[in-house]
């Protein structure tokens, strides 16, 4: 085509005004040309289409709305935040109610497996836990803060804890008298609970099983018969608490009750520091840890469910109870393994104490808040300040001024007790601890250095009440009949084993003017071990134990090797100037004289229980009373 020709055909056309080209070169993406005298365009005409216009569309400008007259409020955040939560509550009970439909499907289908290493089966749960917790949500508006409760588990038939007990029949007489040798023995050292004596072992059982196969685990004369019931107990500990995440009264009092006697139940560890947290975290759960709010707190709009609205009820006094035993197991835990502070003291603690030392249910609750009021002073001693650096352990010397203060205190603490509570040997125990501690700190405590030798004279004097209070302890100790023994908690085996760790730094401190002959004459630390063998030998034989067949034996029946393994590391841990045939004359006889040679040698021993053996060592070669009067620090002999 000439180009002349193709510049007179463009400009023949012209193109289509914005949004009216026709369908074909709107559908094909192409710049359509309108054909000057033609009723179609350039494109459909070449192409032989048909030339469809384009629909008419009317534009319609756009109005702005007028302004209303008063512009509304934006809702409060809590308003906001309450519909959001609204929304995550729905969400949440509609899955529970998912997953209890699951549950009951699966439950019909599949039948109860068998637990390892118990005598007989202990059948599933045969609901999900997740269809009966339906999350209750609190806002606090003044603390800005948005409680999840967790509501009351509703009562279970039957329940999964009486299931898993029922494995141990016990009959009813020889349970009732194990029941009560708890009450007189177990509970008189350590009064964590309140058992009347109207409550039969077959009402506790159905009460509270899992309390009850605790406290038939620790009354058993059958070792054996104790060691299957551990595994039980471990059973519902890692299955019920730990992975269903049950939480009630009676697992806390069991696992508190588990805790404090744990040296029946251990193996080759000691797990008390990891079961006093459990109960910790099972006191935290249950919601018991603090006093009911007195304001009302906004809830969701859902309503409540029956058990979340008759929860609000004032503090009963076991719960009050139960707290501050929690309190108890933590300091008691604080005080033998060192790893794991005590429960933070709080007021709402504080009025738990004024309440149960007031002992209106039953005395016992009084020996309780005796024994609290006693380990507030002991941890005052040997935990760290918070302005402290953390990790130290070490408590540091105490002034004249504190000690004073310190055992005035305790004497306000004796004076006030009721008559039947002084004379529990547990009430005297903890008395004379708490003084040996104050009076212990005042050794650490470095003696000024001056002309008339009052501060030496001073020491002196400390040095005399120490060891007075060890011996007024071990009094105490003898005077407890052997069947009283077996209640014995870790708390009070640990003071035994510091005790013979302070009668051994007496026994041996090198100190001007300190007779080292009258120390052993008044208090050998050998002999006191000796007589310790002899009666733990007797304690089987009085109160009827049978020790179990296989290498694993009970508490009373390795208790004899513990203490020949402290004899044995305290003749390891004389000093060179010190000979022990001569300071100590029955120091190779006994019942651990095989681990003397013909020289007067300590022979190599495998101690028993190498955590018993860190910690006496521990507190034998750590910084103690040793200054002289330049105040220069002689450490023990190592």
Same mark, same amino acid.
């Given at each position: 085509?000439p ?5 007179g ?6 193109p289509?005004p ?7 070169c ?17 494109r ?9 216009p ?10 702005t ?10 809702p ?25 439909a ?14 390892q290493?118990?005598p007989?089966s ?9 269809g ?55 509970l008189?050292t350590?009064p964590?609970v ?5 409550t ?7 009460q ?10 620790l009354?058993?004369n ?17 299955r ?27 193996k ?17 759960? *249950?919601?018991?840890?603090?006093d =009911?709010?007195?304001k009302? @707190?906004? +809830?969701s709009?859902f &309503?409540l469910?029956?058990?979340? /609205? ?12 139960t ?7 933590t ?28 002992g ?16 507030i ?54 008395? *004379?601890y708490?003084?040996?501690? =104050?009076?212990?700190?005042? @050794?650490? +405590?470095p003696?000024? &250095?001056?002309?008339?030798?009052? /501060?030496?004279f ?28 077996v209640?014995?908690?870790v ?31 008044r ?9 310790a063998?002899?009666n ?5 034989v ?10 694993r ?20 841990e004389?000093?060179?100037d ?6 100590f ?11 003397i ?17 860190s ?9 103690g ?13 190592t």
């Amino acid at each position: 085509m000439p180009p002349g020709s193709i510049v007179g055909a463009s400009a023949s056309l012209s193109p289509a005004p914005y949004g009216q080209a026709c369908v074909g070169c709107s559908r094909a993406k192409c710049k359509c040309f309108y054909r000057s005298g033609g009723t179609d365009c350039e494109r459909c005409h070449r192409l032989g289409k048909t030339c469809e216009p384009a629909p008419t569309v009317r534009k319609r400008k756009a109005r702005t709305p007028p302004p209303p007259p008063t512009q509304p409020l934006p809702p409060p955040v809590s308003t906001r935040l309450e519909e959001k939560l609204d929304d995550l509550v729905t969400l949440l009970r509609s899955q529970a109610a998912e997953k209890q439909a699951q549950s009951q499907t699966e439950s019909q289908r599949h039948t109860p497996q068998s637990m390892q290493g118990t005598p007989t089966s202990h059948s599933d749960s045969t609901s999900s836990m997740a269809g009966r917790v339906n999350p209750d949500i609190v806002l606090d508006t003044a603390a800005s803060i948005v409680h999840i409760l967790r509501p009351e588990t509703p009562p279970m038939s039957p329940s999964p804890i009486l299931e898993d007990v029922s494995v141990h029949q016990i009959p009813d007489r020889i349970a009732e008298e194990q029941l009560d040798t708890f009450r007189r023995v177990f509970l008189s050292t350590f009064p964590f609970v309140h058992i009347p004596t109207t409550t039969r072992a077959a009402d506790l059982r159905q009460q509270k099983p899992f309390l009850w196969l605790v406290i038939m685990a620790l009354t058993t004369n059958m070792v054996a018969q104790q060691f299957a019931m551990a595994e039980t107990l471990w059973h519902i500990i890692s299955r019920r608490i730990v992975s269903q995440h049950l939480a009630d009264l009676d697992l806390l009092l069991g696992v508190i009750a588990f805790a404090s006697w744990s040296h029946y139940f251990k193996k080759d560890k000691p797990f008390m520091s990891m079961i006093s947290q459990l109960a910790v975290s099972l006191a935290f759960e *249950l919601d018991i840890h603090h006093d =009911i709010p007195t304001k009302t @707190l906004r +809830r969701s709009r859902f &309503p409540l469910p029956v058990q979340q /609205s008759a929860r609000r009820h004032p503090r009963t006094l076991e719960e009050r109870r139960t707290i501050l035993a929690v309190f108890h197991l933590t300091s008691s835990t604080w005080a033998t393994y060192r790893k794991t502070e005590p429960l933070r003291w709080t007021p709402y603690l504080d009025d738990c104490l004024r309440v149960l030392s007031e002992g209106r249910e039953t005395y016992l609750d009084a020996l309780l808040a005796m024994q609290v009021k006693c380990q507030i002073i002991t941890n005052q001693l040997t935990c760290s300040s918070p302005d402290e650096m953390a990790g130290a352990e070490d408590p540091k010397a105490l002034s004249a001024v504190l000690s004073t203060a310190l055992l005035r205190q305790l004497g306000n603490i004796r004076q006030t007790l009721p008559a039947e509570v002084g004379s529990q040997s547990s009430a005297k125990f903890y008395l *004379l601890y708490t003084e040996l501690k =104050i009076r212990e700190s005042l @050794l650490g +405590r470095p003696s000024p &250095p001056d002309q008339t030798g009052l /501060s030496h004279f001073q020491r002196l004097q400390d040095l005399e009440s120490a060891l007075s209070t060890v011996e007024r302890w071990l009094a105490a100790y003898w005077e407890m009949p052997l069947t009283d023994w077996v209640g014995m908690t870790v708390d009070i085996f640990t003071q035994f084993m510091q005790y013979f760790v302070v009668l051994f730094k007496l026994s041996i401190l090198d100190e001007p003017g300190w007779d080292l002959q009258e120390v052993r004459r008044r208090a050998n630390v050998f002999e006191i071990i000796d007589r310790a063998c002899e009666n733990v030998d007797r304690v089987p034989v009085v109160t009827g134990m049978v020790d179990a067949e296989g290498p694993r034996s009970g508490l009373f029946f390795k208790m004899n090797c513990i203490l020949r393994d402290i004899k044995a590391l305290f003749l390891a841990e004389m000093p060179p100037d010190i000979q022990p045939d001569t300071a100590f004359p029955n120091a190779n006889s006994g019942a651990d004289a095989n681990g003397i040679n013909d020289n007067g040698e300590l022979m190599d021993f495998t101690f028993s229980d190498e955590f018993l053996l860190s910690m006496l060592q521990e507190n034998i070669l750590g910084p103690g009373w040793n200054f002289r009067p330049d105040n220069s620090y002689v450490p023990f002999a190592t």
